[in-house]
């Protein structure tokens, strides 16, 4: 019971100051879903949140991740024919995620963008990434 009450009055004197000073609080990005198939207009719908968070504030890293992963999954849903109006997906999606690397130069986003070079056949810059991601590993013991 105390926790409860902790946490809420945590939250309250949180929210105070952004609520005085007239900010907006910013809402998560949903994660994008990659296991359905969608339709130009569904797409659309679906990607909405992460163009939204970019228009208020082009270095948000992950809206740009979001919107990379959503454009790399129909990429390859257009390979396999699946979604015609995807053909040049492929490479917004190396942009969007070169993006979120440049702001963010997190491991997700590191390997996102290792399969977008695969998709566009950018084998230079896919072996560019690959070895910076090698390096950010830990050796391994060997027993």
Do not use: C
Not at 92 to 98: F, G, K, Q
């Amino acid at each position: 019971m105390r926790r409860a009450l902790l946490a809420v009055v945590a939250a309250v004197l949180l929210a105070a100051p952004a609520a005085a000073q007239g900010t907006v609080q910013v809402q998560a990005l949903p994660a994008f879903d990659q296991t359905r198939f969608y339709d130009q207009a569904a797409f659309e719908r679906a990607i909405a949140p992460y163009a939204a968070a970019i228009a208020r504030n082009a270095n948000d890293a992950r809206a740009h991740y979001w919107l990379g992963v959503a454009y790399l999954h129909m990429a390859r849903l257009h390979r396999f024919g699946l979604a015609p109006y995807a053909a040049d997906f492929g490479r917004r999606a190396v942009v969007s995620l070169e993006r979120a690397l440049s702001l963010q130069p997190a491991p997700e986003v590191m390997l996102a963008l290792l399969d977008a070079y695969t998709m566009v056949g950018a084998v230079e810059k896919y072996r560019a990434l690959a070895a910076r991601l090698a390096a950010l590993a830990r050796p391994v013991a060997v027993r």
